[in-house]
């Protein structure tokens, strides 16, 4: 069963950056389907990004232009660059991942709302104004 470890959450003022990671264990598929998911305190949790392994991204419209995903696959880590945070932004952000995989992922295969994924533990952010 894969696994995956979260780090890099902490307090920012509004419009400063944080740089998150998560640490993929067991995962020795070719395909993927994985992403960045946050919840917010009351909230439903929300698709922040989901990437999948033919190179198709999609960030939730609240985010676009401020938050970059990435993969080093070499390392099994994948990112999420978050710059110019807001208030709105605080909340418990997971990494997930889609196991186990689709053999191939096609268009809208790969989708923000994460049903059926594995999720990791969820590291912390905070977005003072």
């Known amino acids: 069963q894969v696994q995956l470890v979260e780090s890099g959450g902490g307090s920012v003022q509004s419009g400063g950056s944080l740089r998150l990671s998560c640490e993929v264990f067991r995962y020795t598929y070719s395909s993927y389907c994985m992403g960045w998911f946050r919840q917010a305190p009351g909230k439903e949790r929300e698709g922040v990004v989901v990437s999948d392994s033919d190179g198709v991204t999609a960030y939730t419209d609240a985010v676009k232009g401020r938050f970059t995903i990435s993969r080093d696959n070499a390392k099994k880590m994948m990112y999420l660059q978050m710059n110019n945070l807001k208030p709105e932004d605080t909340a418990t952000y997971y990494c997930?991942?889609?196991?186990?995989?689709?053999?191939?992922?096609?268009?809208?295969?790969?989708?923000?709302?994460?049903?059926?994924?594995?999720y990791g533990r969820g590291t912390q952010v905070t977005v003072s104004s």
């Open positions: 997930a991942a889609d196991y186990p995989p689709l053999l191939f992922y096609g268009d809208g295969d790969c989708q923000l709302s994460g049903a059926g994924f594995t």
